[in-house]
């Protein structure tokens, strides 16, 4: 078993439904020198330093301090459960040398009584995700084969679809097991959905790697990222020939193509945010996340596509 931490109080809770008799390395991917309190294992985990170069560094880490044929990966914010190990080693017997990995069964539990909220949804969606990292055992074999992990992944983010991608498209099968994993729902904060568009970066590197069929091949949807770019394109429209009107003393021949690009922008930014507000509790405050952040979404998306498509181009 590998888990790689960031050091986050959810790690025990993972090792003690793994219990005390299960071979785990818990990957400490802090970075050097931090100033948080040591991390505080079972005697029987084995603890290995990354250095804080990212989750598929820290991954690669652990499976390389491993020696067994089979490894099986857990997030720290994840609980196995009841029967766990038992049921992966029943999920990875007789497994035919083609199959490369087995990925296990996520349950999301939502609250009970009301609709879940945005960033609820988004976790939830995680059971139906593929060859994510939250439970999935790989050959060591096939690991080597591949050279694990791409570490210029540096986000928990698609670095679990490339591997994935590389291994099929060498003939390696990957099946899902019976075996169950509960990822808890978490409020990671008023702005997370904000800080979540970092994985735009991402997105240009696996384009990059797989070409434009990449989503398709791991099962995924079209995201917004288009329309995201329209609505940010027409704010900046509409801003800027509003300072162009101000500053030319209110020249008329402007007026009318600020405010066509002002109301193009209102109104796919109301579209968006109504499509994250109809499906959810629709209480005051989720209100608010939801048309404060939608309002911020598209250019911070559009700017982590854009760096990420500078990175991968040099």
Request: glycine content about 12%; charged content about 25%.
């Amino acid at each position: 078993m590998v888990v790689p931490t960031v050091g986050r109080p959810s790690l025990r809770a993972t090792l003690a439904a793994l219990g005390p008799d299960v071979p785990v390395i818990v990957v400490d991917d802090r970075p050097a020198g931090h100033d948080g309190a040591p991390l505080v294992t079972p005697g029987h985990v084995k603890v290995v330093r990354s250095g804080g170069r990212g989750p598929a560094a820290a991954r690669n880490a652990g499976w390389r301090a491993a020696s067994t044929p089979w490894v099986a990966f857990l997030d720290d914010d994840v609980v196995p459960g009841p029967g766990w190990y038992e049921a992966l080693w029943k999920d990875l017997a007789g497994l035919s040398p083609p199959v490369a990995g087995s990925q296990g069964r996520i349950r999301v539990p939502l609250p009970a009584g009301r609709r879940p909220t945005d960033a609820e949804r988004n976790t939830a969606g995680l059971a139906g995700a593929l060859w994510i990292t939250a439970d999935i055992a790989y050959r060591r074999a096939a690991l080597e084969e591949v050279g694990g992990f791409d570490e210029r992944f540096p986000r928990a983010y698609r670095e679990d679809a490339d591997l994935a991608l590389r291994l099929t498209n060498r003939g390696h099968l990957l099946v899902r097991g019976e075996r169950v994993t509960v990822h808890p729902v978490r409020d990671d904060g008023f702005w997370a959905s904000v800080r979540f568009q970092r994985g735009n970066a991402d997105d240009a590197l696996m384009r990059r790697l797989h070409g434009p069929g990449w989503r398709e091949a791991i099962g995924g949807a079209r995201g917004r990222l288009r329309r995201h770019a329209a609505a940010t394109a027409l704010g900046l429209a509409a801003a800027g020939l509003g300072v162009a009107r101000l500053l030319g003393a209110r020249r008329p021949d402007t007026a009318l193509p600020a405010a066509v690009a002002g109301a193009g922008w209102a109104a796919l930014t109301a579209e968006f945010a109504w499509a994250r507000i109809a499906p959810g509790p629709r209480t005051p405050r989720e209100v608010l996340r939801m048309a404060v952040t939608s309002v911020l979404i598209p250019p911070v998306a559009c700017a982590h596509r854009l760096r990420g498509e500078w990175k991968v181009r040099r």
